[in-house]
């Protein structure tokens, strides 16, 4: 900041009237931003227009993802061989995707809020030295983990093995972080103050639970749910290392071990944009749920966004 | 504990039962971290460290720490460092890429999620669904795009030949290292754009005013008030994106699949479909971790004081 002197010298008076010249409108500290909006549009286009083109040859009507042969819906439904729906491996991706959403989401969920809360409240060793765990499951590389529990279910825990229950468990302990994370911020910013009106209004600790705290928590609880069911429609590691058998090998890991090496197909298309419209979907119902859910508070459809995206 | 004096003990014995209730809350989430993320650790230290059944070239666990054996880590040593060994260059590459893509990333993603957290205005919104919608898509729909556009009747090369630019196609996807950078740029930017977007959404509107108040100019504005406040984000941003991309296999094997673009994931990947490997394939994620040990910790730390901040 010891630059002030200089640099008023420099702006000069931005406020006098007249014509604005060009290197006034240059000074202007209000102007618009034109090349930093120009960049950003560049970015967005760079970002979405390949993902725009998968999703159209999802769409073509010929085996090219490169030239265009008008539209059909061969690759879904259409094409009695070769589409989504009566292709046997890609329609059992589709639904081992589904299921390990659901598995995962039911399980994760009330594991991750339990903790959050018991965590945030019980202050002490354990429960400080298991935040830091649960935050470090969060923020290691996926390889890594997903490495430890391939040796923990061939090795250690063999009953298990490979397979649904195996990515099942995976999973869970991957996501139960996001729950974790998002009800323990939801917890600071509500503070304790509902919790003690609750007590000293004579409310046992069950009660305060189910009629004041599991309300306030709702919004946090949604938002971790859609944030679980669609990190785990896109999961690729874990279940890449813990798939046994086509019949427990979800749309991603399809996706890859058909692309890698060769061209898939537009089936491949259709598949990844099924996966797309799925999480899109369960974006717009966390969208629409979130604000549903916080109306009346402090923040805007921005700060939803965000939230949603578990930012 | 047991010197406390009377007064403060009734206290305490008054909120034991609620101790309890929390504990309780907490239990099935300590239990479940317990045996499905620390026991696991404790499965790849003691294979890593274990030896190899000769006849069945299978790994034996050991489990005791006493019976520990430096006999992989040897092997592992010798793929490192000396001739023939493999898994060295593949560190190098690791490395380089990463370096490469994630300060890409950053080149990129700052000024997008600058623009989008301080000026976009009344369009806010929009500019932050289309900076979010990749976040939504599929890793695998990203990258599959990519391959598509770069085929080598893909438009990747029909736009560089229509402007005269390339004379024949070229094989983008036949092992060159420029094709796998882009793909890790292209792979993992949503998750950094994100931390940025938060990061600089969260910097006090009133501090740049003052800074223009005090007469500094638009670009000075942001080298000594925004780029200083946002530095913490700009670290954190980076750990996003490092991480995953130091444990990344998946990425080069769609966009290339040549030896000559292979990362450290790779070798990972590998020695675990072949179980005499196995025991190569635990000290080399353990080695990984052992290096990402620190900057994650750096990562929690970091990421607790924001949010303390944030509370108060």
């Known amino acids: ?310 930012a | 504990m047991a010197l406390r004096s009377g007064p403060a003990r009734r206290r305490d014995a008054a909120r034991e039962p609620h101790r309890l209730f929390w504990a309780a809350l907490a239990a099935p989430g300590i239990i479940w971290l317990a045996l499905l993320f620390i026991v696991p650790f404790y499965v790849v230290l003691a294979i890593a460290a274990g030896q190899l059944n000769q006849l069945f070239g299978t790994p034996i666990a050991v489990w005791n720490p006493l019976h520990w054996s430096a006999a992989n880590l040897a092997g592992v040593w010798h793929t490192i460092v000396g001739k023939g060994a493999f898994v060295g260059p593949d560190i190098v590459r690791t490395v380089v890429y990463t370096a490469i893509a994630s300060l890409l990333c950053l080149l990129i993603g700052y000024p997008a999620a600058y623009f989008v957290a301080r000026f976009a205005g009344r369009r806010k919104a929009l500019f932050l669904v289309l900076l979010i919608a990749p976040f939504w898509i599929s890793y695998m729909m990203r990258m599959l795009a990519w391959i598509d556009l770069l085929q080598t009747d893909g438009y990747v090369n029909k736009v560089l030949t229509s402007m005269h630019l390339i004379s024949s196609p070229v094989d983008w996807l036949g092992g060159m290292h420029i094709t796998v950078i882009l793909g890790l740029v292209y792979g993992y930017i949503p998750y950094m754009i994100l931390v940025l977007y938060a990061g600089l959404d969260r910097i006090d509107g009133s501090l740049l005013e003052a800074g223009r108040d005090l007469g500094l100019g638009r670009v000075r504005t942001f080298l000594k008030v925004t780029l200083p406040l946002s530095r913490q984000t700009i670290l954190t941003a980076l750990l996003i994106t490092v991480l995953p991309m130091l444990g990344d296999y998946f990425t080069n094997q769609l966009l290339s699949g040549a030896t000559g673009t292979a990362m450290l994931g790779n070798d990972i990947d590998g020695d675990l479909s072949t179980p005499a490997f196995l025991g190569q394939g635990a000290v080399l994620s353990l080695l990984l971790l052992l290096v990402l040990i620190v900057p994650m910790i750096y990562y929690v730390i970091a990421t607790n004081r924001s949010s303390r901040e944030a509370a108060s």
């Open chain 1, 1 to 310: 900041m010891t630059a002030t002197t200089a640099a008023s010298t420099q702006a000069g008076s931005p406020a006098a009237g007249g014509r604005p010249g060009r290197r006034r409108l240059w000074r202007n500290p209000w102007r618009h931003p034109v090349f930093l909006e120009g960049f950003t549009w560049l970015y967005l286009i760079w970002s979405i227009v390949p993902i725009a083109l998968a999703v159209l040859f999802s769409f073509n009507n010929g085996k090219s993802q490169s030239t265009w042969q008008g539209f059909s819906w061969r690759w879904y439904f259409a094409d009695p061989v070769n589409s989504v729906l009566h292709d046997p491996q890609l329609h059992a991706a589709v639904i081992q995707t589904l299921r390990l959403s659901v598995y995962t989401t039911l399980i994760a969920v009330p594991i991750g809020v339990a903790f959050a809360l018991g965590i945030n409240r019980w202050r002490g060793i354990t429960s400080a030295s298991f935040n830091f765990v649960m935050i470090l499951s969060f923020v290691i590389p996926e390889l890594i983990f997903g490495v430890a529990l391939f040796l923990l279910f061939t090795v250690l825990f063999k009953t298990v093995g490979l397979g649904t229950l195996a990515e099942t468990l995976a999973l869970v302990t991957w996501n139960v972080s996001w729950p974790a994370i998002i009800v323990q911020a939801r917890l600071v910013t509500i503070g304790r103050q509902y919790e003690e009106a609750a007590a000293d209004l004579g409310a046992t600790q069950m009660q305060t639970m189910r009629k004041v705290m599991l309300p306030l928590l709702a919004p946090a609880i949604f938002a971790s749910a859609v944030l679980v069911f669609s990190s785990v429609i896109d999961d690729f590691v874990i279940v890449d290392l813990l798939n046994s058998n086509a019949s427990n090998t979800p749309m991603s890991v399809y996706i890859y071990s058909q692309q890698h090496g060769g061209n898939g197909g537009p089936a491949l298309n259709a598949l990844g944009t099924i996966m797309l419209v799925m999480t899109f979907v369960i974006a717009i119902i966390g969208y629409i749920g979130y604000r549903f859910m916080t109306r009346g508070e402090r923040g805007d459809r921005n700060d939803a966004l965000t939230t949603i995206a578990g």
